[in-house]
């Protein structure tokens, strides 16, 4: 998911792209005079909820009173395939699951389901289920388009296939490929055919510095679906899905990534935001560096290499920090914290002068444990950025005197040794300036 808003506020609030927040599911949507269950999916960031979207390829023609007249899409048009595709008995059953689940929600799309892909996998049979609409709607989602159906994929259970949560269908045409996650330790990942090369890596590592590390193969599709055995994913989701090239718009869905992230179906608690503007800083950002998020002068690009894409994950409980400040050559000092669900929270120290692209130029992990949580030395003789809330902090440089630096952050010289930090409850504690 990179990153790519030109601006300090995409800096910030695009490193949660591969964060979600609680799915609101279950939720009757009250469209048309009927009650529809659909997905919601929550913008951590924007803390807003869109309904999630499919989109699919094809041509639409709509009539001026908004009905639908024609519809070409592989997902309504095209035969069933899959290996379980000539099961007449199982296609006849995954038609009575989802009829009895429009039923049961409410939602009528006043036309027959098509079985798009029914195969087995070592959880057992499964389908993917599209059903056009004969109304189409306009949908609330970035990429625009209007809703022109449903789609749901069907697992298997003791007591035969259940349709699982029914998402809209639109006319847009990224093309993404939708996947879930099957199987009581959801080990088993399905991914339906785009028509898209489309890539895989089961497992997430951090580098030293905090840089995502994935390795990332081919997805070998056949009769219309990928079915791939993956690490258990219960309370996390460490398996990602792109297409390339890589970016933003190109991760897979899994349809139930936040089903497995938030299983009790409990909100994770809001990280709290520690912001902090050192002494300077207003040389370079002005009186309110807050108020510079509208200018259209920074790459934001910088955060790509800590970010997940095509990654799920819930936020973490770790303090979301901000630190603006200004260096000693004059140049914009921005720090943004990442944190993915319960792993170590990252620090990215990022410099920028007279305008140009913002780069990173230190990272490390936080332990917010530790006296000091964050030291990060800059190039260039530029300083140690340090940070610990809430305490006092001082420096010296060698066996010199103790020197002041404020309280919570600060830029220290770039020849400063020790670090003092004195707690708000008194403790006093001597570190070294490098971590």
């Given at each position: 998911?990179?990153?790519?808003?030109?601006?300090?506020?995409?800096?910030?609030?695009?490193?949660?792209?591969?964060?979600?927040?609680?799915?609101?599911?279950?939720?009757?949507?009250?469209?048309?005079?009927?009650?529809?269950?659909?997905?919601?999916?929550?913008?951590?960031?924007?803390?807003?909820?869109?309904?999630?979207?499919?989109?699919?390829?094809?041509?639409?023609?709509?009539?001026?009173?908004?009905?639908?007249?024609?519809?070409?899409?592989?997902?309504?048009?095209?035969?069933?395939?899959?290996?379980?595709?000539?099961?007449?008995?199982?296609?006849?059953?995954?038609?009575?699951?989802?009829?009895?689940?429009?039923?049961?929600?409410?939602?009528?799309?006043?036309t027959d389901p098509h079985v798009v892909w029914a195969g087995d996998t070592p959880a057992g049979p499964a389908a993917y289920v599209a059903q056009q609409s004969t109304v189409a709607h306009e949908v609330s989602e970035s990429a625009g388009g209007r809703m022109i159906g449903y789609a749901a994929f069907v697992e298997p259970t003791a007591d035969g296939p259940r349709v699982m949560t029914v998402e809209t269908v639109t006319d847009?045409?990224?093309?993404?490929?939708?996947?879930?996650?099957?199987?009581?330790?959801?080990?088993?990942?399905?991914?339906?055919?785009?028509?898209?090369?489309?890539?895989?890596?089961?497992?997430?590592?951090?580098?030293?510095?905090?840089?995502?590390?994935?390795?990332?193969?081919?997805?070998?599709?056949?009769?219309?679906?990928?079915?791939?055995?993956?690490?258990?994913?219960?309370?996390?989701?460490?398996?990602?899905?792109?297409?390339?090239?890589?970016?933003?718009?190109?991760?897979?869905?899994?349809?139930?990534?936040?089903?497995?992230?938030?299983?009790?179906?409990?909100?994770?608690?809001?990280?709290?935001?520690?912001?902090?503007?050192?002494?300077?800083?207003?040389?370079?950002?002005?009186?309110?560096?807050?108020?510079?998020?509208?200018?259209?002068?920074?790459?934001?690009?910088?955060?790509?290499?800590?970010?997940?894409?095509?990654?799920?994950?819930?936020?973490?409980?770790?303090?979301?920090?901000?630190?603006?400040?200004?260096?000693?050559?004059?140049?914009?000092?921005?720090?943004?914290?990442?944190?993915?669900?319960?792993?170590?929270?990252?620090?990215?120290?990022?410099?920028?002068?007279?305008?140009?692209?913002?780069?990173?130029?230190?990272?490390?992990?936080?332990?917010?444990?530790?006296?000091?949580?964050?030291?990060?030395?800059?190039?260039?003789?530029?300083?140690?950025?340090?940070?610990?809330?809430?305490?006092?902090?001082?420096?010296?440089?060698?066996?010199?005197?103790?020197?002041?630096?404020?309280?919570?952050?600060?830029?220290?010289?770039?020849?400063?040794?020790?670090?003092?930090?004195?707690?708000?409850?008194?403790?006093?504690?001597?570190?070294?300036?490098?971590?």
């Amino acid at each position: 998911m990179t990153i790519e808003e030109s601006d300090v506020r995409g800096v910030l609030r695009r490193v949660t792209d591969d964060l979600v927040g609680p799915p609101t599911l279950l939720d009757d949507v009250r469209r048309g005079g009927r009650r529809r269950l659909l997905r919601r999916r929550a913008v951590l960031a924007a803390l807003c909820a869109a309904v999630v979207a499919v989109p699919v390829g094809g041509a639409l023609h709509l009539r001026d009173d908004g009905a639908v007249m024609e519809v070409a899409s592989p997902l309504f048009d095209e035969p069933t395939r899959g290996d379980l595709a000539g099961d007449e008995r199982y296609l006849r059953q995954v038609r009575q699951a989802w009829r009895q689940r429009a039923r049961d929600t409410g939602f009528d799309a006043g036309t027959d389901p098509h079985v798009v892909w029914a195969g087995d996998t070592p959880a057992g049979p499964a389908a993917y289920v599209a059903q056009q609409s004969t109304v189409a709607h306009e949908v609330s989602e970035s990429a625009g388009g209007r809703m022109i159906g449903y789609a749901a994929f069907v697992e298997p259970t003791a007591d035969g296939p259940r349709v699982m949560t029914v998402e809209t269908v639109t006319d847009a045409t990224e093309g993404n490929s939708s996947a879930v996650l099957l199987g009581p330790r959801r080990d088993v990942l399905v991914v339906l055919d785009a028509g898209h090369r489309v890539e895989f890596s089961p497992t997430l590592r951090y580098a030293a510095d905090g840089r995502i590390e994935r390795t990332f193969q081919p997805v070998a599709f056949r009769d219309g679906a990928a079915v791939l055995s993956v690490p258990p994913q219960r309370g996390r989701v460490t398996v990602a899905l792109v297409r390339r090239p890589v970016s933003a718009t190109t991760a897979v869905h899994i349809a139930n990534a936040t089903d497995v992230l938030f299983a009790d179906r409990k909100a994770s608690p809001q990280p709290r935001s520690v912001t902090y503007t050192l002494p300077g800083a207003d040389r370079v950002w002005g009186d309110t560096p807050a108020a510079q998020v509208g200018r259209d002068v920074f790459a934001t690009d910088a955060l790509a290499a800590y970010v997940d894409h095509g990654g799920t994950h819930r936020a973490g409980g770790s303090p979301s920090l901000t630190v603006y400040g200004a260096t000693p050559d004059g140049r914009q000092l921005l720090l943004q914290t990442i944190q993915h669900d319960d792993d170590p929270a990252r620090a990215i120290a990022m410099l920028a002068h007279g305008g140009a692209p913002f780069q990173p130029v230190a990272s490390g992990f936080v332990d917010w444990t530790a006296p000091l949580p964050v030291r990060l030395r800059l190039p260039d003789g530029q300083g140690v950025l340090v940070v610990t809330e809430g305490a006092a902090l001082s420096y010296r440089i060698g066996a010199g005197r103790w020197h002041d630096a404020g309280r919570g952050a600060a830029l220290l010289p770039a020849d400063a040794t020790e670090v003092r930090v004195t707690a708000a409850g008194g403790t006093v504690t001597t570190v070294r300036a490098d971590s």
